[in-house]
């Protein structure tokens, strides 16, 4: 394969690696379950759960904001999804990936934001979704 082509491919990787990754999400994520409503009236979803060893669930959470929220990570966020490991055992709940979304000038959902650490993930500074969340995916048993 000559250089020009090898060039061509790696450009087109990284040009598409971006917007296929976010159709990833919104596909994987597509099959969305109601589980609550925070204090603020923030409804929380689920989505494709797993069981997994020793008392430990995945699933995409995604909340979303009654109200334009700001949060540790900026805003105002009108969505949040995240791809969330939780220790049923422990009770904690761990996000690998979020993405916070805002509204652009004709309404569009877009990502504005996308972090690997979140500290404070379901916290009452992020609308207090945490144990909403964790309570269902842990009481799934299949």
């Not at 690696?17 to 976010?22: H, K, Q, R, S």
């Not at 969330?84 to 422990?90: A, D, E, L």
């Not at 569009?108 to 269902?136: P, Y």
Request: one cysteine or more; a positive charge; aromatic letters at 8%.
């Amino acid at each position: 394969m000559s250089n020009f082509k090898k060039m061509l491919l790696v450009l087109g990787a990284v040009v598409l690696g971006p917007v296929l990754l976010i159709e990833l999400v919104a596909l994987a994520a597509g099959d969305w379950h109601a589980v609550g409503e925070t204090g603020r009236g923030d409804k929380v979803s689920v989505s494709s759960m797993r069981i997994l060893k020793n008392n430990m669930r995945t699933a995409w959470v995604r909340v979303e904001f009654k109200e334009p929220a700001s949060l540790p990570q900026g805003g105002p966020f009108v969505e949040m999804r995240a791809r969330v490991r939780f220790n049923c055992k422990t009770g904690s709940s761990i996000p690998s990936d979020e993405w916070f979304y805002s509204r652009d000038r004709s309404g569009k959902l877009v990502v504005s934001k996308k972090t690997k650490r979140d500290d404070e993930f379901g916290k009452a500074s992020e609308g207090g979704f945490g144990e909403i969340v964790s309570q269902h995916v842990c009481q799934q048993k299949k």
